[in-house]
């Protein structure tokens, strides 16, 4: 209310503000951040692997903890792939290195299929719910619709991205209609917990791993973990045999 009020009356203020949802104000312009770019390859050498932005957020957050860390050989792949297997997301990448203090990078890799167990924790300067990765996904988690979070939890049974009509197939029930997939989709795309990816053409989605992690959980809360598993595995199974079906035919 107060920045639509501000760009009502006053019309040569300009604004930016950082959210993880739209304003809603008239004259809104939205600019999505990528998260922070990480190496393609897997093992880069220490001098190729800081010049990529997460790289160089890990090691600027070591820093302030440990003024003596560099990426070496020795340690540049587990630096890589703590980097890669938080997608790149800046607040989760400065808690894992805040966990350097008692872990070396090799050891918090080894421990991110428990991401909430590492990533925890707090400076004791940073709002509540940018303490811990758990109580960010939490605050946006509360905003949805019983239903959005219903479509969040099931989708975590996707471990490699999704379509519209692959998230249809294995979530939709009597509980979460087929017609409501859509709007309830770009629920969570707006409170940033699905991504959307257009680089192939047509949009494909995917959780990032900490959020996935973050909704299997809640999957299990419900015990709908066999169920969704079983829907995911019977709709991949019609999609081989289709496809399988299709290509002797058009042979």
Same mark, same amino acid.
């Given at each position: 209310?107060?920045?639509?009020?501000?760009?009502?009356?006053?019309?040569?203020?300009?604004?930016?503000?950082?959210?993880?949802?739209?304003?809603?104000?008239?004259?809104?312009?939205?600019?999505?951040?990528?998260?922070?770019?990480?190496?393609?390859?897997?093992?880069?050498?220490?001098?190729? =692997?800081?010049?990529?932005?997460?790289?160089?957020?890990?090691?600027?957050?070591?820093?302030?903890?440990?003024?003596?860390?560099?990426?070496?050989?020795?340690?540049?792949? =587990?630096?890589?792939?703590?980097?890669?297997?938080?997608?790149?997301?800046? *607040?989760?990448?400065?808690?894992? !290195?805040?966990?350097?203090?008692?872990?070396?990078?090799?050891?918090?890799?080894?421990?991110?299929?428990?991401?909430?167990?590492?990533?925890?924790?707090?400076?004791?300067?940073?709002?509540?719910?940018?303490?811990?990765?758990? !109580?960010?996904?939490?605050?946006?988690?509360?905003?949805?619709?019983?239903?959005?979070?219903?479509?969040?939890?099931?989708?975590?049974?996707?471990?490699?991205?999704?379509?519209?009509?692959?998230?249809?197939?294995?979530?939709?029930?009597?509980?979460?209609?087929?017609?409501?997939?859509?709007?309830?989709?770009?629920? *969570?795309?707006?409170?940033?917990?699905?991504?959307?990816?257009?680089?192939?053409?047509? =949009?494909?989605?995917? *959780?990032?791993?900490?959020?996935?992690?973050?909704?299997?959980?809640?999957?299990?809360?419900?015990?709908?973990?066999?169920?969704?598993?079983?829907?995911?595995?019977?709709?991949?199974?019609?999609?081989?045999?289709?496809?399988?079906?299709?290509?002797?035919?058009?042979?």
């Amino acid at each position: 209310k107060v920045i639509g009020s501000l760009l009502r009356d006053c019309p040569n203020v300009r604004l930016i503000a950082t959210s993880r949802e739209h304003l809603g104000v008239i004259g809104e312009r939205v600019y999505r951040l990528p998260p922070l770019d990480v190496p393609a390859r897997r093992r880069p050498t220490p001098e190729e =692997a800081i010049r990529y932005a997460a790289i160089e957020l890990f090691v600027d957050r070591v820093r302030a903890v440990d003024a003596h860390f560099t990426v070496t050989n020795d340690n540049v792949g =587990a630096v890589v792939d703590i980097c890669r297997r938080l997608d790149g997301l800046p *607040l989760a990448i400065e808690l894992a !290195a805040a966990r350097c203090v008692v872990l070396s990078p090799k050891q918090i890799s080894e421990r991110l299929d428990h991401v909430f167990e590492v990533l925890s924790g707090s400076d004791g300067t940073s709002i509540g719910r940018h303490q811990t990765m758990r !109580a960010v996904i939490d605050w946006s988690y509360e905003l949805l619709s019983l239903q959005a979070r219903l479509l969040f939890d099931r989708l975590a049974i996707f471990t490699g991205g999704f379509t519209l009509e692959s998230a249809s197939e294995v979530c939709a029930d009597d509980a979460l209609p087929r017609a409501d997939i859509l709007q309830l989709l770009a629920a *969570l795309i707006t409170q940033s917990l699905v991504m959307v990816d257009f680089d192939r053409g047509d =949009a494909r989605y995917h *959780l990032l791993e900490a959020t996935r992690q973050y909704a299997m959980e809640k999957l299990g809360d419900r015990g709908e973990r066999q169920t969704m598993s079983r829907r995911h595995a019977l709709a991949f199974l019609y999609i081989g045999q289709r496809l399988d079906r299709d290509w002797y035919e058009a042979g």
